[in-house]
């Protein structure tokens, strides 16, 4: 059993530091990919179109095959062994009472994206599109998780039904790549604070008997491609409910010879 828990240890430990990498690299190239207007070299365009096509990969290579893991645990002795030696670690090798903060934690990063933004802190977007994009990365995720968890119909370690994948973890993924896209290239601190956020929720799904690492591992993919997804599609969303010919509308207050009137101007 002490080399069962030393393998699952192992595989945990692996799969983190990979997610810690992916954040780490994907805000460290973005901040290569913002130099000064006087700092672009035109010999490096079509470097940086090669650079940029192989971030994207990296990107959305890494937490697809974390969603593909979760989905072959479904069918895989092997891979559901992994969860078992989960279960057995958290809640009957070390039994402890549960945590409730992983319900709240989950929605930190992207809580802090609009404190940021409100207190004046310039991201990528306005404060508006902001909204818009993490709306629908939320929805996105929503009707991943529960039209999987419907379908799937897994019992989780405590018995409760639809646990694959794990909704918690997908929110709080979704929400630090949100907080990495928004802000990573002000500083890296700021996606490695989301990240470890996420981290933990994932970390207390599994202490509190509520999913099994398979669940976990999924959900973080399903997070993070729901934000990638949300800002690839969010302009064309937005204009499909932002009129091409705005009208433009002004009223203000007149006076003439002891009159006092109010005009109002109209452009269409």
């Known amino acids: 059993m002490k080399v069962m828990m030393s393998s699952f240890k192992k595989n945990i430990r692996i799969f983190w530091l990979t997610v810690t990498a992916m954040f780490c690299y994907g805000t460290g190239f973005a901040r290569q990919q913002a130099p000064a207007p006087q700092e672009i070299d035109t010999t490096k365009v079509s470097s940086n179109k090669q650079s940029r096509r192989t971030h994207n990969l990296f990107i959305v290579a890494l937490p697809s095959a974390a969603v593909a893991y979760g989905f ?8 559901g062994d992994v969860d078992r030696r989960a279960k057995y670690e958290f809640s009957q090798e070390h039994p ?3 945590a409730t903060f992983d319900d709240y934690l989950q929605f930190a990063p992207g809580a802090a994206v609009f404190a940021l933004s409100a207190a004046g802190v310039k991201g990528s977007n306005n404060i508006v599109d902001q909204g818009g994009v993490y709306l629908l990365s939320n929805l996105f995720l929503n009707v991943f998780c529960q039209g999987v968890k419907n379908i799937t119909s897994v019992t989780r370690p405590d018995g409760t039904s639809n646990s694959f994948p794990s909704g918690h973890t997908a929110e709080a993924f979704a929400s630090a790549e949100f907080l990495r896209r928004e802000y990573g290239n002000r500083s890296i601190t700021y996606g490695i604070t989301g990240y470890t956020s996420a981290v933990v929720v994932g970390y207390f799904r599994m202490y509190n008997n509520k999913h099994w ?5 999924a959900g973080a993919g399903v997070g993070i491609l729901s934000t990638e997804a949300a800002y690839l599609l969010y302009p064309k969303v937005r204009k499909l409910f932002t009129k091409k010919q705005k009208s433009h509308a002004m009223a203000f207050p007149t006076y003439n010879h002891g009159s006092y009137g109010l005009a109002f101007r109209a452009v269409f």
Request: charged content about 10%.
């Open 72 to 79: 072959l645990s479904l069918g895989s002795h092997a891979l």
């Open 213 to 217: 690492f398979s669940d976990v591992v």
């Open 96 to 98: 402890h009472s549960k």
